[in-house]
């Protein structure tokens, strides 16, 4: 399954990353490459969990698009 992950930069140069799809899924990093693995992490241990606990793993329906800013 593909998930989407929304990364943001933050004032302080971090970052934080979120899956819409997975409530509660969520990573910080000191750079762009950490925030990716650290949420790749987070994402394969929140579904271990669903899973673990009979939970229903929600499907990925999250999509992106980019807007033209004029």
């Known amino acids: 399954m593909n998930y989407v992950v929304v990364i943001e ?3 302080d140069g971090s ?3 979120y ?3 997975l409530p509660g899924c969520v990573a910080c990093g000191e750079t762009l490459e ?3 693995k ?3 992490e987070a994402v394969n241990l ?3 969990s669903l899973r673990h ?3 229903l ?3 990925p329906t999250a999509t992106t698009d980019t807007v033209h800013a004029a």
């Open 57 to 59: 793993v929600p499907p």
């Open 53 to 55: 606990h009979g939970e």
């Open 46 to 48: 929140h579904i271990d």
């Open 38 to 40: 650290i949420i790749q």
């Open 19 to 21: 899956v819409p799809d």
């Open 34 to 36: 950490e925030a990716k």
């Open 15 to 17: 970052y934080s990353a």
């Open 9 to 11: 930069k933050a004032g």
